[in-house]
């Protein structure tokens, strides 16, 4: 009898681990070819002339493709918590979905920096330096246990995230405005510049969103290793990418932007102008790492909201109002594709 448990303990555990290898093989193929992403949705757009169906349904695929590394990781995540595997003692599970997660604004970061220096022949090679480190990791010894983080630390992320929630909400707004046209996103952007673009005000939020980054980070580095439900999941992959996001997107506006390029950093500087992010063979790349972020911004404070809202509205309404902003936030989502491909409705 007990070989018998044994014998079906182990058959149990072999099928559980099928789907966890299926997905991480998903994972590894989309970043091993996320450097080929910016090129087959240009190719796709291209196709345009030749048959408008072919190139909505090239272009639909080549963005599903683009998106898939975080769906995978997420998958994983999923499988692996649903076996009851240790992630403590299989470590390396969790570094891949979190890589798999930042995989968008880390390329987009490399690409800006190394445009400083005219190196950005270099990019698809420290892409792949990474995976490589990443990779080379299985090698290490399982992490030790970390103290719990402080009340101070909770404060400060929760804080931080209220103060940058209230900006991105009024900023994925302005970008919404970019589906009528551009002229309409600048003439929202100039009212609300009138606040935001204040100096004190303007600091407050860069020091916000470098508190999400610090916070933040300690908070992943912790809960990654720990078995989780399917929101917490969420929460903790999208919060990973807002962190890289953020330091890529300050990067990018601060740096690049306002001091080298001295321009102007509206949505059309960031999207191309009136062609979209699709005119050129470089530009595709921003569009999984605009598109994920908006996404990102709304899972990760939906997945917060259903434990905030729960103790004042019942567990009920609280999961209720979490579903209904990721929903929304795949929308948004879907919306702001259009102007950043070059469609407007005016």
Not at 177 to 189: D, G, N, P
Not at 286 to 307: E, Q
Request: hydrophobic share 55%.
């Amino acid at each position: 009898m007990q070989a018998q448990d044994v014998a079906s303990g182990t058959m149990l555990t072999a099928s559980r681990s099928r789907p966890v290898a299926a997905y991480r093989t998903a994972l590894w193929l989309a970043l091993l070819t996320y450097p080929l992403v910016p090129g087959m949705l240009f190719r796709s757009r291209n196709l345009v002339g030749a048959s408008p169906v072919l190139a909505a349904l090239c272009l639909l695929l080549s963005y599903a493709w683009s998106i898939s590394g975080p769906i995978a990781a997420w998958l994983t995540l999923y499988e692996t918590d649903r076996g009851k595997v240790n992630r403590r003692e299989q470590p390396q599970i969790a570094r891949e979905a979190i890589l798999a997660a930042i995989g968008a604004p880390f390329f987009v970061l490399t690409a800006a920096v190394l445009a400083w220096f005219h190196w950005t022949t270099y990019q698809t090679a420290i892409w792949y330096a990474l995976l490589a480190g990443v990779a080379s990791a299985r090698f290490l010894p399982p992490p030790e246990s970390r103290p719990a983080v402080s009340e101070t630390m909770w404060r400060l992320h929760h804080v931080s995230a209220l103060l940058l929630l209230v900006f991105g909400v009024a900023h994925v707004g302005n970008h919404l405005a970019a589906v009528e046209s551009l002229s309409a996103h600048v003439t929202v952007q100039n009212i609300l510049r009138v606040v935001y673009r204040q100096p004190v005000i303007e600091t407050v939020i860069a020091i916000t969103a470098l508190l999400q980054v610090w916070t933040g980070w300690m908070l992943v580095s912790r809960a990654r290793w720990q078995r989780a439900t399917r929101l917490r999941n969420t929460q903790l992959l999208a919060g990973a990418f807002l962190g890289m996001f953020f330091v890529s997107h300050l990067t990018g506006v601060f740096i690049s932007g306002r001091l080298i390029q001295n321009a102007d950093t509206t949505f059309a500087w960031a999207t191309g102008g009136p062609a979209g992010l699709l005119s050129n063979p470089r530009s595709p790349q921003m569009i999984p790492y605009y598109s994920l972020a908006v996404l990102a911004l709304v899972l990760h404070a939906g997945s917060a909201s259903r434990w905030s809202l729960a103790p004042v509205l019942g567990q009920l309404v609280a999961q209720r109002i979490c579903y209904a902003l990721i929903a929304l936030g795949i929308i948004v989502t879907l919306v702001l594709l259009l102007p950043m491909s070059g469609f407007h409705l005016a």
